[in-house]
């Protein structure tokens, strides 16, 4: 698993960025994409390891409309451990917008 600190990604209008992280196993995950200008419109995909893609999300998924989503990732038999992946899109983005992906 990883956590970034501060802005790190940078991401434009009809861009898609990538990311990955090794998830052992595990009750719940947490997922969290805030990006810097709350006008922007990011989307967040996520594909597990064992093939279910979960998503789209997008500001306003978590309750709050606040250029962030922020999720908890739970089962009651436990995550799949493995490489699961993240795919940010930029939708609507005024010039280049910061974010970062923290997921643990």
Not at 42 to 66: A, C
Not at 94 to 99: A, P, S
């Amino acid at each position: 698993m990883f956590r970034s600190l501060g802005y790190d990604n940078v991401i434009t209008t009809g861009q898609t960025v990538w990311h990955q992280a090794h998830v052992y196993s595990s009750a719940s995950l947490s997922v969290d994409l805030k990006w810097n200008n709350t006008a922007d419109d990011l989307r967040l995909m996520i594909y597990t390891p064992d093939g279910h893609i979960l998503g789209p999300y997008y500001d306003g998924s978590d309750g709050k409309s606040d250029g962030r989503i922020n999720l908890e990732i739970d089962s009651p038999d436990g995550i799949a451990a493995g490489a699961w992946s993240f795919k940010v899109m930029g939708i609507s983005v005024t010039g280049k917008d910061e974010y970062y992906l923290r997921v643990w």
